[in-house]
Nanobody
Framework: QVQLAESGGGLVQAGGSLRLSCAAS????????IAWFRQAPGKEREFVAA????????YYADSVKGRFTISRNSARNTVYLQMVSLKPDDTAVYYC????????????????????WGQGTQVTVSS
């Protein structure tokens, strides 16, 4: 059983930065993809960024390109989401999810590819 735990959320002013962490336990990093999604109040969960661990392929939503960076530390079984130039529209609960392997690049933003999810971490950006 895979467990994912997000951390690093908080309250920040517009223009500020945060780094989210997604720590995985129950299996070691291998041929999997880890993604960040977010859900704002009253909205559907949306894709933010993903990283395919065996080849370090990264994929970003257009809304965060140039501002967010996804990375990983395999020794710590942790994936990070560095967020800079934050905007009030980035306010949401951020979730990390893991697939079961074999996700092609075009499918990385597809929520149904991710089987395991963390509990989420709240990010609030004030104007």
């Amino acid at each position: 059983q895979v467990q994912l735990a997000e951390s690093g959320g908080g309250l920040v002013q517009a223009g500020g930065s945060l780094r989210l962490s997604c720590a995985a336990s129950g299996r070691s990093f291998g041929r999997y993809a880890i993604a960040w999604f977010r859900q704002a109040p009253g909205k559907e969960r949306e894709f933010v960024a993903a990283i395919r661990l065996h080849d370090d392929l990264k994929y970003y939503a257009d809304s965060v390109k140039g501002r967010f960076t996804i990375s990983r530390n395999s020794a710590r079984n942790t994936v990070y989401l560095q967020m800079v130039s934050l905007k009030p529209d980035d306010t949401a609960v951020y979730y990390c999810g893991s697939d079961q392997g074999g996700t092609i690049m075009s499918s990385l933003p597809t929520q149904s590819r991710y089987i395991y999810w963390g509990q989420g971490t709240q990010v609030t950006v004030s104007s």
